[in-house]
């Protein structure tokens, strides 16, 4: 049995509380434009949002590549059959729920339309994520056997060539409305994913790793400032995944905890978190819906900067997290989360 890798735990329970805080932000922020709120609170948000939680997707995928082409591990046909079928069970399941959810009433109707969206990629966006770890499951045989075959050198380049299509030129079309063509398409899932086995079996953290995670940093939270200060937009494209500003620091946090917790047991929040992440991704924006849609929730409106967060956080948190751990109790859905 391969042995127990704690620093995964440590950041999949971070990288866990830190996309829901993420949706704490978005949540609200997708239905009001930047004049809605004071300048320097939506500067706040932004900046908050790039250090407490832009990290945590790349980093989720960063772990899945550096489990699943790990060359001392054995991935077989069966496992990743078995973690297909798990998705896809994901999928049969919470896309009624959240049909059901949309249509405030749970019917036939509903039940029906939610697997028709599980088919058609039309449920809530947040799926995005179960649909590209099927197809990184469905690839993984072909990307360990080139991973266990490759030099160091060669997956370095593979990453270098990857990262044009995936993060440099949407980037350039993003800021320049060019229209730059890619010739292969390929998401920037598959980039972190073939990233994370590159950095868990080659790098550690350095001076230089570092200072280029703090420099990109620092230079997404500049930039971010200067569009909404001078365009009176949010900076998303600068806060995605798909922005090579992203990767260094994404990096630097999957670096700091190699180099730092590495043997060290997670602490009880982080391994609950982490043994729940799944549950509770995929149930936290329940809550969220109730409160900002169904209850017409505006807290920002009353209370400050900060404090606003803390309070939506601990009340999606101590919603979803007590259901995550009732459903992982039921036998049926215990295997399948």
Known sequence: MAKRITYFDWLRGAATYAVV????????????????FPLPMVIAWTELQLVLTRWAVPVFLMITGALLLDP?????????????????????????????MSARCISLEAIGRGL?????????????????????????PILSAYVRGATKAQQRMTLFVLSVPTLLIP??????????????????????????AYAHQYLSLSDTTAAWG???????????AAIIVLLGTYP??????????????????????????????????LALASNLSLAI????????????????????????PVIFEIVAFALVLGTTVPVAMLLKRVPGLRRIL
């Not at 058609?120 to 099927?134: C, F, K």
Request: charged residues 10%; aromatic residues 16%; proline residues 7%.
């Open 236 to 269: 998303l494209w600068i806060m995605n995944p798909r922005c090579p500003l992203m990767v260094p620091w994404s990096l630097f946090v999957f670096l700091a905890a190699k180099r730092h917790l590495e043997g060290r047991p997670a602490p009880g929040p």
């Open 72 to 100: 001392k591990r054995e991935v077989t046909w069966q496992k990743l059959c078995g973690y297909v079928m798990r998705m896809l069970a994901v999928l049969a399941i919470f896309c009624p729920v959240y049909a059901c």
């Open 21 to 36: 805080l993420l949706h704490v932000f978005n949540k609200m922020l997708a239905d009001h434009p930047v004049s809605d």
């Open 281 to 304: 991704y995929l149930i936290h924006p329940l809550p969220l819906v109730v409160l900002y849609r169904r209850l017409w929730w505006m807290p920002y409106e009353t209370l400050p």
């Open 116 to 140: 028709v969206q599980a088919a058609t990629y039309g449920s809530w966006d947040h799926l995005w994520y179960v649909y590209s770890l099927i197809g990184l499951y469905l690839l993984t």
């Open 214 to 224: 703090v420099g990109s940093l620092a230079t997404a939270m500049v930039g971010g």
């Open 171 to 196: 980037t350039i079309n993003k800021a320049t409305g060019a229209n730059l063509v890619t010739f292969v398409w390929v998401t920037y899932v598959l980039f972190y994913y073939l990233l994370g």
